[in-house]
């Protein structure tokens, strides 16, 4: 079955601290991952997206891993700042059909 | 880049009215453009997928005839809620993509109340 799972469900970080989420799936045939950040009442918005041969992307304090042997990748926030309080979705794509499955999201809550 | 606007923003109903949710994509023409509902501290939930000039292709457990879907061009999909209930409030978010596996942009979302 074709799953994304993404850990921590929720994460409280102090601001100026760094942080790693996690999205792990079990997709194929993989055709791509991408990250996005949707601020509450907000469309998500995309940050980095990734295919099966590249291993890292980087996006401003933002950097993406992928681990297309495995079927994981993580975002690493660097230097957290208040604005990056949001959910961070983990969305896959596979080749049959061009489906995309969504992850149920890490919500960060960054702290003064 | 690439933009994708939803109207209303927001909206309250009484419950057994229709309410019609507009996506539009501006600066590109979408092929396909997809509907989803998001509830309180949940991910996205695909309902739809509407490509331009054919029948939507629904999501097992949504109703198409509830949910009516309307792609009637390359920038402009509605999503008409018929005789919406409470259990219908959720917040609504259109999503356009330009090219078969490409990207999806995402719109910024309307936020359905029915009273």
């Known amino acids: 079955k074709n799953q994304v799972e993404q850990s921590p469900q929720s994460l409280i970080i102090l601001e100026g601290k760094n942080c790693t989420l996690q999205c792990n799936y079990t997709v194929s045939p993989f055709s791509n991952l991408r990250w996005y950040k949707q601020d509450t009442g907000r469309g998500p918005v995309s940050l980095t997206i990734m295919t099966f041969s590249e291993n890292t992307k980087s996006n401003g304090r933002y950097t993406a891993t992928l681990d297309a042997d495995t079927k994981q990748s993580s975002l690493h926030i660097t230097a957290s700042q208040l604005s990056d309080s949001a959910s961070y979705i983990c969305v896959v794509t596979y080749t049959g059909g061009f489906k995309t499955i969504f992850g149920a999201g890490t919500r960060l809550f960054v702290k003064a | 880049g690439a933009v994708v606007s939803q109207h209303p923003s927001w909206v309250i109903c009484k419950s057994g009215t229709s309410v019609k949710i507009e996506c539009r994509s501006l600066?590109?023409?979408?092929?396909?453009m997809f509907w989803y509902r998001q509830f309180p501290k949940q991910s996205l939930m695909l309902m739809a997928t509407?490509?331009?000039?054919?029948?939507?292709?629904?999501e097992q457990g949504v109703e198409k005839d509830k949910f009516l879907i309307n792609h009637a061009s390359l920038t402009l999909s509605t999503l008409t809620v018929t005789s919406a209930h409470p259990e219908d409030s959720s917040f609504y978010i259109c999503?356009?993509?330009?090219?078969?596996?490409?990207?999806?942009?995402f719109g910024p979302g309307t936020r359905l109340t029915v009273l």
């Open positions: 999503s356009a993509r330009f090219a078969s596996g490409g990207e999806q942009f």
């Open positions: 600066d590109f023409q979408a092929t396909t």
């Open positions: 509407s490509n331009e000039g054919s029948k939507a292709t629904y």
